[in-house]
């Protein structure tokens, strides 16, 4: 197998912490590569200057998280003594290594093929314009500075320092077309199956993520106003799993509905969501990259309830998933299936087809294979 680099921070590449979508994406795209060539990794740390402390602390950064400088013997080594030529960057805000390569190894025709998990100035954007309230007022003060800087900084570096980049869903494709990007891929979600012993407990759903993130914030709480809107479901536990804070606490005193039951390990969460009537997946908006927490759910075989938005970068083959975009669409979903059990099982058995018509890794690297050869 051909010899490639694959460079990551350190703890996207530790299978020994707990899992997050971050290292899931990671985890897809390394075992995507593995299926053509011999992935060599190189573990990379945050930039720990006081200049970027400062700028990043005021909100005046841009793609500065890292000093490639700092690991040129190694990617020396890569690149001039092993003669590996494809470098793939995990994260775009680790792209200043394609610059550092371009600049210091032209010589050796190393192609560099970024593995993007979203686009961050569009994630940034939602921060500044729709959440701006969470944001310090010094931070409000620059972010429409930062905003262009990093709009800016994305542009120059696919058009000059990357040779393609590889994307997890088709909205962020249309994003690297539109800002530049020379070639791009789709890597579409891959099912994995376990699914679990199911046994639903009357009423029961739940959603899983982190409340103080505000899309999951925002999906949870309009869909909870619109079931308190509609009337609530007889029997309803909407169950939250994450670390419990003040976003958290704040559902739960507003809605008597809601249960929040804190961070859960793997193996506790599955017989957790193996009570569930829906598993819920709750996207009102385009944020960055691909809700991964998809794929748990279906990779579960649990009924899922999701959005179009939620269902991003997801190829459905053999089935499909309960989809609805209003919060007040799913509650009338929620109120008419947790009443009818057989409709529930329906739901189910798409899942379960879904996981057994799969695309593989094998089948992307069909397609993706001969655009990389190309570059």
Known sequence: MEPVLFISHKKFLDQTLPEGGVRLCTNDYVELLQTQY????????????????????????AYEEYVPENYETELKDAIVTRGIRKVFINLSNA?????????????????????????ESGDFLHQAARFSERLPGYKRMFSSYRLG???????????????????????????????????????PRVFKQKFIDWQPVRGRIGFVGDISHPPNYYGVSKLCEALQKNGVPEQLDFRIIGVEDEHSRRLKEQFSFVSIMGYMDNA???????????????????????????????????????????????????????????????AAILEQRLSDS???????????????????YQDIMKTLLPVIEKL
Request: aromatic share 14%.
């Open 95 to 119: 792209m200043s290594f394609g610059k550092f390569i371009k600049d210091n190894f032209s010589a050796y025709d190393v192609k560099v093929i970024l593995c993007s998990h979203g686009n």
């Open 149 to 187: 800087k990093m709009l800016k900084f994305e542009s120059i570096y696919r058009q000059h320092y990357i040779d393609l980049v590889l994307t997890v869903s088709e909205v962020e494709e249309h994003i690297e077309k539109w800002v530049g990007a020379k070639q791009v891929f789709m890597v």
């Open 38 to 61: 011999a992935v060599n990794f190189l573990g990379v740390e945050y930039n720990r200057s006081i200049l970027f402390r400062l700028k990043f602390r005021l909100g005046l950064d």
């Open 342 to 360: 057989t409709l529930v099982q329906l739901d189910r058995q798409e899942i379960i087809n879904i996981v057994k018509s799969t695309i593989t």
């Open 268 to 330: 506790v969460f599955e017989k957790e969501a193996a009570t569930w009537n829906y598993y819920m997946n709750l996207a009102f908006y385009y944020s960055k990259g691909v809700s991964t927490k998809l794929a748990k759910g279906i990779d579960w075989g649990l009924p899922i309830i999701s959005t179009t938005a939620g269902n991003r970068g997801y190829i459905f083959r053999g089935g499909n998933v309960l989809t609805a975009d209003a919060p007040e669409d799913i």
